[in-house]
């Protein structure tokens, strides 16, 4: 069935108002439309959903893979009320994607420090969170989730990565985003009230490497490896090395053999 905004509202019921959904066939990237419209003054609730991104981007200037049917592609505007602070905010909507999963039984998600979507070890989607600028309260989130591995995926992708076919039949994607969105609205009207600190105990629920041994790479400096303790009320992942726990606030997580 293809995605289309009638769909979705219907499917969002009285929710629907909080959102102004534009569907594109296809463009560069989500979150950089969506940029660009934020800075033009966008309402809060603007969503841009495509079909295909043909340079869509990951965290550190990666590339996120899609292409038509294969992948389900979003980003969402959302204007906080002035004060808010934003940490934490990728971690918050991990939580809504999870959620989101189980609500159209699509399966369990867990969820990886700061923005990774895992389903059985390996990568089923990811979350880039952008602050518009000039607007530090406004941020874009932006979504990737794997309906179907792409033909053209690298060899070395597709062995890391996850999809929602894994028993050849992905969910309806109107279904999927009505419920994110519905799902993403809840997680962020209690982030914009109470925080990360709110949200955290469920996402450490869901957190793929608690008390395992990890180590984090960065750009700043070389790797440090210790036992993942979880993530404190900002969002920051604790690493407990040698009995003493750091609070790591950016870098990439693997996990090594205890």
Known sequence: MPVTIAAIAAK???AARRFDIDVLPSCDSTNAVLLGRAEKGAPSGTVIITEEQTAGRGRRGRTWFSSPGDSLTFS????FAPGTAPAGLSLAVGVAVARAMSKIGAGDAALKWPNDILRDGRKLGGILVELVPGAPHAAVIGIGINLRL???????????SAALDANGDAP???DLYAALLGELLST??????MGFAAIRPEWMTRH???????SISSDFGPPREGICRGVDADGALLLDI????????????????A
């Open 150 to 160: 792409p033909a053209g995926m690298p060899d070395e992708v597709r062995a890391a």
């Open 242 to 257: 040698d009995g003493r726990i750091e609070r790591i606030l950016s870098g990439e997580v693997s996990l090594r053999p």
């Open 188 to 193: 962020l009207d209690t982030f914009g009230t």
């Open 12 to 14: 969002l019921g009285a």
């Open 172 to 174: 309806d994607a109107n």
């Open 76 to 79: 969402l505007l959302w204007r």
């Open 208 to 214: 793929a490497f608690q008390d395992a041994r990890i």
